[in-house]
């Protein structure tokens, strides 16, 4: 049995973060010693390590409850995983667009700049007109 100090250093895990996942229900409440420290096992290892691995690929707590319930439903077919890990990846299709934006507008700010004077920075041009940005945001569907 682990303690939340252990199970977080093997893991990666704040403690204050497994605390919150006891909350919001994505942890089960774990055992307690008579004195009340709490225990974990490999069950709460794995799941953690679920959790972990889910929010690095960028996973909404809402899709991982999803992908936890289905986990914990081995017998049921796995369309509806397939289908949170394809709104994943249209979201991080989004966002690679809204940097591919980002990237741009910033190669193109600094490629303006002639070095000179503050009073004449492109760069500082470009951070005033919100037109210009509000646009790009609007042309990738942000």
């Known amino acids: 049995m682990l303690t939340i100090g252990t199970l977080a250093r093997q893991t990666g895990t704040k403690v204050q973060t497994i605390r919150y996942y006891e909350q919001i229900g994505l942890m089960l409440e774990p055992g307690r010693t008579e004195g009340g420290q709490r225990r974990y096992g490999q069950d709460e290892l794995d799941r953690l390590a679920f959790i972990r691995h889910a929010r690095q690929l960028g996973f909404p ?7 936890l319930e289905l986990a ?12 949170i ?17 980002l990237k741009k507008e910033l190669k193109r700010m600094i490629a303006e700049c002639s070095g000179g004077s503050v009073a004449e920075c492109r760069v500082l041009e470009v951070l005033r007109d919100h037109s210009e940005c509000l646009t790009a945001h609007n042309e990738i569907g942000a």
């Open 61 to 67: 707590l809402g899709a991982i409850r999803e992908l």
């Open 85 to 101: 890990a394809q709104r994943q990846l249209k979201q991080v299709e989004q966002r690679i667009l809204r940097l591919q934006a």
């Open 72 to 83: 914990d439903n081995p017998q049921q077919s796995c369309t509806d995983a397939d289908s």
